[in-house]
């Protein structure tokens, strides 16, 4: 599954983590790369150790918290601190897979599964050229370029590549995520039931007893496919 959700960072909040992130000195993204995938990656980042990481970090996982669409469609168990890139021209990272396990930094070497990848723009798409990122999946080759505050999520298996930037500057924030439920297929079918019930309790109200029924056969599900 891959979702856009637009407006996770208020404009506000955009404007705050670029002050801060051009206030900071960037590294070359190569040292958070493997081995096979630093061959293709040409961008910066902010170090992870930072004081601008944890900083800008505390308002996107904030933002996240208050997202029902992040939470509804990641069903997040763990998130990864946020990074951030920067892609200035003539940089790109090419094709490649995110890390199946990851160590969460400062926790004394727990590991996690990275099951949904999610990337927040900070540049708005008319500030560069090229830097979409193209993700391949069984729902075929996407491309993605969102406003400034919107972000995208899917799953972290898939093949995906940013392309090169030909003007100006591309600028976002990156993590990943283990999910309660580590099966696409079957977070993407838990995802639409959640759509069609808040459809349907709109309509019918919370009360009324077909809403009721596909809450419990929500939680029911959840209760089933989720490892915690």
């Known amino acids: 599954m891959l979702l856009d959700i637009p407006n996770i960072l208020s404009p506000d909040e955009v404007a ?8 900071s000195p960037w590294v070359d993204g ?11 990656k040409n961008n910066l980042q902010i170090p992870e150790d930072s004081d601008t990481a944890r900083e800008l970090g505390v308002v996107i996982l904030r933002a996240l918290a ?9 069903l997040p168990l763990r998130v990864l601190p946020p990074m951030f890139n920067r892609y200035d021209r003539d940089m790109t990272y090419g094709y490649h897979v995110d890390n199946s396990i990851r160590v969460i930094p400062g926790s004394g070497g727990l590991r996690m599964r990275s099951d949904m990848s999610t990337t927040i723009f900070l540049s708005e798409p008319e500030d560069y050229d090229g830097g979409e990122l193209i993700v391949e999946d069984t729902y075929g080759t996407k491309s993605v370029k969102l406003p400034a505050g919107h972000a995208v999520v899917y799953p972290s298996s898939s093949l995906h590549q940013v392309n090169p930037v030909t003007r100006g500057s591309r600028w976002a924030s990156f993590f990943f995520t283990q999910s309660l439920v580590k099966d696409d297929g079957l977070r993407a079918m838990l995802y639409d039931l959640d759509m069609a019930i808040i459809e349907l309790r709109q309509e019918l109200g919370d009360r009324h ?20």
């Open 16 to 23: 705050h983590c670029r002050a801060v992130l051009e206030a």
């Open 30 to 40: 190569r040292v958070t790369a493997g081995e096979q995938a630093a061959q293709s």
């Open 66 to 74: 208050r997202s029902p669409a992040f939470n509804s469609a990641v």
């Open 209 to 228: 007893h077909a809403v009721l029924s596909l809450v419990n056969h929500y939680h029911n599900l959840l209760r089933r496919w989720a490892e915690v």
